[in-house]
Nanobody
């Protein structure tokens, strides 16, 4: 069983930055693909970014390219999402997800475990 705990969400003004963290316990974090998803009210959950087990392969949604950076520290079993130049449309609950495969996936159904989510609110 894998448990994921997100932290770092909050309220920020447009143009500001936040750094989300997701700490994992259980499982084999060192060979897992990790993803960040978000879900705004009334919308489907969507991929934000994903990173493979070694950190040398990443994926970003077009809407966050150049603004967000995903990274991981396998020794700490933690994945991060650095969010810069935040926009009001980035407002959502952000979820960390764990996939017990080495290939990156971009849809929620391909992930095995989920965190409880952390709220990010960007004011205009």
């Amino acid at each position: 069983q894998v448990q994921l705990v997100e932290s770092g969400g909050g309220l920020v003004q447009a143009g500001g930055s936040l750094r989300l963290s997701c700490a994992a316990s259980g499982g084999t974090f060192g060979i897992a693909t990790m993803g960040w998803f978000r879900q705004a009210p009334g919308k489907e959950r969507e991929i934000v970014a994903a990173i493979n087990w070694s950190g040398d392969n990443t994926y970003y949604a077009d809407s966050v390219k150049g603004r967000f950076t995903i990274s991981r520290d396998n020794a700490k079993k933690t994945v991060y999402l650095q969010m810069n130049s935040l926009k009001p449309e980035d407002t959502a609950v952000y979820f960390c997800a764990y996939r017990q495969r080495i290939i990156i996936a971009t849809i929620p159904e391909e992930y095995d475990y989920w965190g409880q989510g952390t709220q990010v609110t960007v004011s205009s």
